[in-house]
């Protein structure tokens, strides 16, 4: 017998996919989580579901407040984040985990009012951060959500 070779069950094989596939996605840098190219609600569901820590809840309640004042709102994950459009107007929103806070884009930001306060690179983008201790004025951000869905969005 200590000659024979190990055999293991024939359903052994198929557990270690499983697992795999059940498995948190991975984190990249500032914990945002590497989520697959895809259009739709799954996959940015998939990416809330990986945000660490207090940024789910977050992204849970940014994700009910697009929808709530964006109905027929388009979604997908494209670059590790999640993105929110309109239908043949192109994309309004994205947000992206940093370290220490989330990172909301709106990329025709300049033209909302009041214009976000954090600055981007480009020149119609504007950002605001969301912090784990700091209230987040949902009014504004639904404000700012309903301005950003009725102008042309950004097209990749």
């Known amino acids: 017998m200590a000659n024979q070779p190990s055999r293991k069950p024939a359903h ?11 498995a948190s996605p991975p984190l990249l840098a500032g914990g945002n ?7 739709g609600d799954a996959p940015v569901q998939a990416y809330i579901a990986a945000m660490p820590g207090w940024k ?15 109905p027929n709102v388009r979604k997908a994950v494209k ?5 929110y459009g309109i239908e043949g107007q192109g994309w309004f929103l994205s947000f992206h985990c ?19 306060p954090v600055e ?9 951060h969301i912090h784990e201790d700091a209230e987040l004025d949902e009014a504004l ?7 950003a869905s009725e102008l042309p969005g950004w097209v990749p």
């Open 141 to 147: 951000v639904a404000s700012w959500v309903r301005q």
């Open 33 to 39: 989580p590497q989520i697959a190219k895809a259009d």
């Open 120 to 128: 981007s690179k480009d020149k119609n983008t504007r950002y605001f």
């Open 98 to 116: 940093m370290t220490k806070y989330i990172k909301v884009a709106f990329f025709r930001g300049m033209s909302l009012r009041p214009v976000p």
């Open 56 to 70: 789910q809840d977050a992204g849970r309640r940014l994700d009910a407040l697009i929808e709530r004042n964006v």
């Open 12 to 22: 052994a094989a198929t557990k270690t996919p499983a697992r795999r596939a059940a």
């Open 79 to 83: 670059w590790n984040s999640p993105f």
